[in-house]
């Protein structure tokens, strides 16, 4: 039973999603640039970010809830995250089960936009934070078991980069947009605060990619980890 109604759920989930989706996750890679001949609204350079595509909510919904169905009747049985962390055959429809879950709130969290301007932008990282902190915490659990450690851990980098990455779309003040030299200080003490968060998830993304040789696997999460091991904003293709 199991078998049968995550394979469903998976089929539902991906056909859910309006574009390929990128190991899962309902994203779309997009180039960004700016006309040299308008003034700079942000202080994001050319480069390539991932956009939110909306899923089909009828798919989506019955999905999620075949992927509980799996999680419920696994864990009625006994099983539980880290019982057996060293068994290969450990709860693979489980695990992934709970990824796509969790997914649901990391692409939620992506999808907030910034604030159009400073005044927005406490509460527009609280929220980040907030939601994108349950998402991270339910990845971390799932990285103790085997069958998605790699994928739970290329999660956590994603997250954490595209975090640092949203706030290179943060608006330059009004006030400030007509003087080139006054943009450029801004931008450079947001840089300032970004490049640690970029360093973090650097680290995440060796984290993965060494979880993945120790594994010897290759598949969409080590692709995934492979393709942004270089800050989305500094990439020159998709």
């Known amino acids: 039973r199991m078998r049968v109604e995550y394979t469903l759920a998976s089929t539902l989930w991906r056909?859910?999603?309006?574009?390929?989706?990128e190991d899962g996750l309902c994203l779309e890679a997009v180039r960004?640039?700016?006309?040299?001949?308008?003034?700079?609204?942000?202080?994001?350079?050319d480069g390539v970010t991932w956009k939110v595509l909306p899923r089909k909510a009828a798919l989506a919904t019955e999905a999620k809830q075949l992927f509980a169905n799996v999680i419920?009747?696994?864990?009625?049985?006994?099983?539980?995250?880290?019982s057996n962390p060293d068994d290969p055959s450990y709860g693979y429809f489980h695990g992934r089960a709970k990824l796509a879950l969790a997914d649901v709130d990391l692409e939620a969290t992506l999808a907030i936009a910034p604030p159009a301007d400073e005044k927005g932008l406490a509460n527009w990282v609280q929220e980040k934070?907030?939601?994108?902190?349950?998402?991270?915490?339910?990845?971390r659990d799932l990285v103790r078991a085997k069958?998605?450690?790699?994928?739970?851990?290329?999660?956590?980098?994603?997250?954490q980069q595209r975090f640092a990455d949203s706030l290179y779309g943060f608006a330059v003040p009004r006030s400030i947009r007509s003087k080139p030299t006054t943009i450029d200080a801004f931008c450079n003490a947001l840089e300032a605060v970004i490049e640690p968060l970029h360093e973090q998830a650097l680290a995440s993304h060796r984290a993965c990619l060494q979880a993945a040789t120790d594994a010897n696997l290759v598949d969409d999460s080590t692709r995934t980890c492979e393709?942004?091991?270089v800050p989305s904003w500094r990439?020159?293709?998709a």
């Open 72 to 82: 419920k009747e696994y864990e009625k049985r006994g099983g539980r995250i880290g």
């Open 147 to 159: 069958p998605v450690a790699v994928a739970a851990t290329s999660r956590i980098a994603l997250a």
């Open 32 to 45: 960004v640039r700016t006309p040299a001949n308008l003034p700079r609204l942000s202080c994001a350079p």
């Open 129 to 139: 934070q907030k939601l994108g902190g349950k998402a991270l915490d339910r990845y």
């Open 227 to 229: 393709r942004a091991r």
């Open 235 to 237: 990439a020159s293709s």
């Open 15 to 21: 056909q859910s999603c309006s574009a390929k989706s």
